[in-house]
């Protein structure tokens, strides 16, 4: 025990003087090692935050509700959509929704809106401009806010009357509330929405921030309002629909889904064998999406962090072969004073360990900084994604122990009289 | 020569021949010699005889070829290198000419480095380390290392480390090679001194005023032993 503490001790300092001789070199060895880890443990930090919001978004979510949209739902995380290519997808309609909600006997809430993510319109009261973008700008009929959520603090929800008479009444985000009616309640109050002027009849509850959007910085006005005054005009053309559905219970959501799929293949006519020209999308989809989303990215990050520390790995061997070299002399002469060969062995794997490991702390640290830094950024909350500091080390310890093995056995095997005549 | 005296070494027609390719060259030929318990010895030959080999093989840095070599009761000649490494490290102190102190350690830790083989606490080595210092009166010097010191305080570090797992014997290979000979004379000194304390001592010399000093003469010449009286 005694001796392997010895070794420890010892090769410790050995490094640590080593380290003070050849500064540049070392710097330069860790340099591949830190590079690696810390770009894993950077993106990884970044991940897990994610992973977090993700996991209080879909606490937040109800597991009961699914979407009918034109566009693929997660497609802007992966760009255009291939398999569709260049087929012309119809943009969903206000018939199309009003002949849905006529035929679907599953669907409890259904509501159809229209959002812009984030809106420049300008929204202002009097001569009071919102300074910063609105985050979220939609039409909707009524069942919005309960299908996503969002409680009403004061006032009422958008109603059928609003719907058919194309009324200008808006609900209002807490946050608009608090940046342009900072002393008074904006119910009843008017607010222009690039100049249009609309009566606020609802405050919604502060609901904070999300995957790093102010969910309070919100408008919402009647659907048919949006087409009315917004619709043809500006923003991508003609409004295309996302459709809300909620179905009773998770229990019957798949046959809601099922039904609802049919019933709108029906009145797009597409033949039996053709493909949806429309997407279908659970809450439970969406967050499986991103999960396979993130473990792609874990497994890219994996292999390019792989392939570093494979090439750090080799710099390992190569600063060990070049100190093994250096210190021939300093071999003999620990031999002759009675080191093993074990001894001498431990003393270089010990030695290559270390400066893995020491390469990785600087990475973690690096790594850590950096993914909360940019998580800062993102207005997540900063973490540490323990499990991956923990693998961390536990690669550069094995990438010392793999790397550092030929150089210690070398090192080892060499003979004490001619190695002490070494110069 | 006092035949009386416990025998230490006892090496029996022992040869070590390098076999280099074409030539085979005998550096030791069947050389037969014992040494005991406090001799002060020195060996004797122009370069090239055999006396580093026979150094070595004494110093259990090598094995002879063919022969028998008993330190104590232990049969070196069958040894494997890590028996060797322990004998090197409980029964022999080196000094060697170029010193061959870690350039990286200070005078202190370069004395601790054979109680690291020995699985000592740290803190005995310090303890050790600290009275082998001692002996060799460079108790002010242990912090400082190697460079920072005269060669005749190198030399004394390295006697230092060689005492300082009171090793059976003190191979010393031509102890005062690198030294002035104000700081050679010191060092001889020294060894006269741990002579009479006790201590057994080789010393592999080329120096005539420096062989005198030993007790005993030891002549080698083509691998043979020329004389020994």
Known sequence: MNRIINYLVDAIGGVLFYFGQTKLRTALTLMGITVGVSSIIAIMTVLETFEQSTESLVADMKTNIFYITKDNPVQVQFGNDAGWGKRKIPRITWDEYEQLKRNLTLVTNMAATTTEEPSDRTISVGKEELKSRLSSFWGSDGDVLSVSKYDILDGRNIQDVDIENASRVAIVGYYIKEQLFPYSNPVGQNIEIDNIPFEIIALTEPKGELLGQNMDSMIGIPISTYLKYYGGKGWRGRPDLQLILEAESMDTLEDATDEAIGVFRAIRKIPPGEPNNFYIATNDQLMDTFGSFTSSIKIFVGLVAGISLIVAGIGIANIMLVSLTERIKEIGIRKALGARRVDIFLQFLIEAILISILGGIVGIILGLSFGNVVATFLEQNPVIPYEWVFYSLQICASMGIIFGLYPAIKASKLNPIDSMRYD | ?229
């Open chain 2, 1 to 229: 020569m006092a035949k009386s005296k416990k025998e230490i070494i006892s090496i029996q027609s022992v040869s070590k021949i390098y076999n280099l390719g074409e030539t085979v060259v005998k550096a030791l030929d069947n050389v037969s010699l014992s040494i005991y318990d406090n001799d002060y010895i020195s060996i004797m030959g122009p370069s090239g005889s055999g006396k580093s080999t026979l150094m070595n093989i004494i110093g259990c840095l090598d094995v002879p070829t063919k022969g028998k070599y008993k330190f104590k009761d232990e049969l070196i000649s069958e040894m494997d290198d890590n028996q060797l490494a322990n004998i090197r490290n409980e029964k022999i102190g080196f000094v060697f000419q170029t010193f061959n102190l870690l350039p990286k350690l200070n005078a202190m830790q370069n004395v601790e480095v054979p109680l690291i083989y020995s699985s000592l606490g740290r803190k005995e080595r310090i303890e050790r380390a600290e009275e082998a210092l001692h002996i060799v009166g460079l108790q002010d010097r242990m912090t400082h290392k190697p460079n920072e010191l005269s060669g005749g305080q190198r030399q004394r570090v390295a006697i230092a480390r060689a005492l300082v797992n009171k090793p059976s014997i003190i191979l010393a290979d031509e102890p005062t090679g690198n030294l002035d000979s104000k700081s050679g004379n010191e060092i001889l000194k020294f060894f006269a001194k741990l002579h009479k304390d006790g201590n057994t001592i080789i010393m592999v010399t080329h120096e005539e005023s420096v062989a005198k000093l030993s007790k005993r003469r030891i002549d080698i010449f083509d691998g043979k032993i020329a004389r020994d009286e």
